[in-house]
C-alpha cells in the first residue's frame, strides 16, 4: 500500500522533469527561444516555362545561373528594410541565408535576370512570391521553401502540343 502512496508523487515529478526538458530542447521548443538566434534558410528554384502554359509541365527547364532577389519591406511604411540576391545552381535552385527575424515585414522573391537567351519574359503570377520570415510565424523549422519562379520562353517547344493533350487542355479536333 506504501508504494501506492509514491506513484502519484513519481508521476508529477516525470511530467515535471520531461516539460523542462522539452523546455529546453530546441527542435521541440514550443515557445520556441532556442531557435530565435538561428538564421533563415532561403530555398527556391526559377524555371523557364517552354510551353507558355503559365505552370510547370514535364517538359519544364530549370535555369541555372538565373539570379533572384529577396527584398523586405517594413509593413505600413513599405520602408525596405533587407534585401539580398542569390544565384541558382546548376539545378536552377537558389539558396541564401537570412539573418535576423522579419515578422514586421512582408518579403518577398522576385526575379531579377534570367540565364536564358530565349527564356527572359516575366511571366504575370510568377516573377515574384512572398515568404514568411518570423520565428513566430508557427514553423517550426528555420527552413523557407519558396515557390518557383518562371520566365516564359519566346517560343513553345514543338512536344508541346502532345503534352498538352496529355494534360487534357488541347482540342482533339485539332
Not at 19 to 27: E, F, M, Q, S
Not at 56 to 62: A, I, N
Not at 75 to 97: N, P, R, S, V
Request: proline share 3%; with cysteine; glycine share 8%.
Amino acid at each position: 500500500m506504501a508504494k501506492l502512496q509514491f506513484l502519484p508523487v513519481f508521476v508529477m515529478l516525470s511530467l515535471t522533469l520531461a516539460g523542462i526538458a522539452l523546455a529546453h530542447d530546441p527542435v521541440t521548443n514550443i515557445i520556441g527561444e532556442a531557435s530565435k538566434t538561428k538564421d533563415f534558410t532561403l530555398e527556391g528554384r526559377v524555371y523557364c516555362d517552354t510551353c507558355r502554359t503559365g505552370f510547370e509541365t514535364d517538359l519544364t527547364t530549370y535555369m541555372p545561373g538565373a539570379k533572384v532577389r529577396l527584398e523586405c519591406m517594413r509593413y505600413g511604411t513599405d520602408e525596405l528594410t533587407y534585401k539580398a540576391e542569390a544565384t541558382t545552381d546548376f539545378l536552377g535552385i537558389y539558396q541564401m541565408t537570412v539573418p535576423d527575424d522579419h515578422s514586421n515585414d512582408q518579403c518577398s522573391v522576385v526575379l531579377v535576370k534570367s540565364s536564358l537567351d530565349n527564356c527572359t519574359e516575366i511571366e504575370p503570377g510568377r516573377d515574384r512570391v512572398r515568404i514568411t520570415l518570423a520565428q513566430d510565424g508557427g514553423l517550426l523549422s528555420n527552413i523557407r521553401q519558396a515557390n518557383a519562379l518562371g520566365y516564359l520562353i519566346d517560343k513553345p517547344l514543338l512536344e508541346c502540343g502532345k503534352l498538352l493533350q496529355k494534360y487534357g487542355f488541347a482540342n482533339d479536333d485539332d
